[in-house]
């Protein structure tokens, strides 16, 4: 891949690396003050210390070097070899067996939108490998487009379960997480299996047949109000026991929470209940499809099948 080339990735944890990542992630989430700023640095210790795994990101050619001097006038952070994006796993294990849980991932601002998150799964996978974990967990924002298509689409991960409001306020103070409730698809990454070979080291993804989507296996729809902002539409189906089944989720959930929280939560609330309600009926969700309309709206979609055990 083409942004392997533009960086550097670092899976062992240097000292300046361990103050740099701290002040990385307060710059990440605009956070201050001791909780937020003092109390990851034992975190990410710990995550080394404990047989988890911390990894850091560098630029190595992704902005030219007169942008960086331009970009280093602005703010001295970037006149430096700081780190770009970070990952931190503890190592955990459950009636699976032994698995990383991924605690924390972060992208420098400037840096978003150019396949940072890429870089940094990428180096987990390797190191996974290298170190024989054959299972990664974490979580990640139902409602968050670009992250259902990294995880799902490109590495081949699967979500079976969901927290409702996951996270407490201790851990939601700032500005992404504020006043809105905190649900999370909990994944599981199945290193060695078919499916994520595929995707991490043959770099197939599969193509999908939009065709397959239909009103009768459509569990809501999104529409946009007279403001241009996604809000819930009149479709909303509990009932359904076929299979596969597709619920929309907005596509530029960040517009809506810079414009209403509000309509953000109640958004939030209708996607919550179809999660809960069918994942808990036993269906998986493993692939995120988007279609794009002739009038210019991006429209993704989650599939869920029913699991066999289920059926």
């Known amino acids: 891949m083409d942004i392997l080339k533009k960086v550097r990735i670092e899976t062992y944890l240097r000292q300046s690396v361990l103050n740099d990542v701290v002040e990385l992630e307060k710059r990440v989430w605009k956070k201050e003050g001791y909780r937020e700023v003092n109390a990851p640095m034992l975190y990410f210790e710990l995550a080394y210390l404990t047989n988890g795994l911390v990894i850091t990101v560098f630029d190595e050619g992704i902005f030219p070097p007169e942008e960086k001097k331009m970009m280093a006038e602005k703010d001295p952070w970037y006149s430096g070899d700081h780190p770009i994006g970070f990952l931190a796993c503890f190592a955990n294990f459950d009636d699976e067996g032994p698995f990383w849980y991924g605690a924390r991932m972060g992208v ?7 396949n ?116 819930p539409g009149d479709t909303f189906v509990l009932d359904a026991e076929s299979t596969p089944l597709f619920i929309e989720i907005p596509y530029s959930q960040d517009k809506l929470l810079k414009a209403d929280r509000a309509k953000a939560q109640e958004l939030r609330e209708k996607c919550r209940a179809l999660f809960m309600r069918y994942l808990a009926a036993g269906y998986v969700i493993r692939e995120l499809y988007v279609k794009k309309e002739s009038s210019g ?8 099948d029913l699991d066999p055990r289920y059926a």
Do not use: C
């Open 116 to 231: 940072i998150g890429v870089a940094i799964l990428d180096g987990v996978y390797s190191s996974a490998k290298e170190r024989k974990i054959s299972r990664i967990r974490w979580t990640y924002d139902p409602l968050v487009s670009r992250n259902a298509y990294l995880y799902l689409h490109r590495m081949g991960a699967q979500v079976q379960e969901i927290g409702f409001n996951y996270y407490s306020a201790v851990f939601t103070n700032d500005e992404l997480n504020r006043d809105i409730s905190t649900d999370r698809f909990i994944v599981d990454w199945y290193v060695n299996s078919e499916r994520v070979t595929e995707r991490m080291e043959k770099h197939n993804f599969p193509r999908h047949d939009l065709s397959v989507i239909t009103p009768g296996n459509t569990l809501n729809e999104i529409v946009l109000d007279e403001e241009g902002l996604e809000r």
């Open 108 to 114: 420098d601002r400037l840096y978003q939108d150019k």
């Open 297 to 304: 709206r991006t429209r993704p979609f989650y599939r869920l």
